[in-house]
């Protein structure tokens, strides 16, 4: 990653793989070389200095950018990292494992229980719902 010297966290990084670099605020790095970032370029005016006023706060650089975002609420009063999450993206390392507890795909997964969903749910209001037309799988 080229570096910006200024700002803590932001950096040059090849997001799409394609030898561009593009400007970009580092959320959280992990060992397997893998990082979250949000994209510079994709920000409004309005949340390129919300970003701006976290990244020149005095505790920039003893906090990972995640940390930064935690603590600090917005002045639509948001928490910083629940509102950049919708922006945050993710780039893999070539070296990255699926850590996905039981890995795999939804696609792949097992039903839990033999329980069709809903059987347990009633109508408030107390209406027998007509089963006649329903159609047996």
Do not use: C
């Amino acid at each position: 990653m080229a570096d910006n010297k200024k700002l803590h966290h932001v950096g040059y990084e090849d997001i799409a793989g394609t030898g561009q670099l593009r400007e970009v605020v580092v959320v959280k790095r992990w060992a397997d070389g893998s990082f979250s970032y949000i994209d510079t370029q994709v920000l409004d005016y309005i949340d390129n200095g919300r970003l701006n006023a976290i990244l020149m706060s005095q505790h920039a650089d003893k906090y990972e950018m995640w940390e930064l975002l935690n603590m600090t609420k917005l002045n639509n009063g948001l928490n910083a990292l629940d509102y950049f999450h919708q922006l945050t993206k993710i780039k893999r390392s070539k070296n990255s494992v699926n850590t996905l507890a039981g890995g795999g795909s939804i696609m792949d997964a097992r039903p839990y229980t033999g329980k069709t969903p809903g059987v347990d749910f009633s109508d408030p209001t107390g209406a027998i719902p007509d089963n006649s037309q329903a159609t047996q799988i």
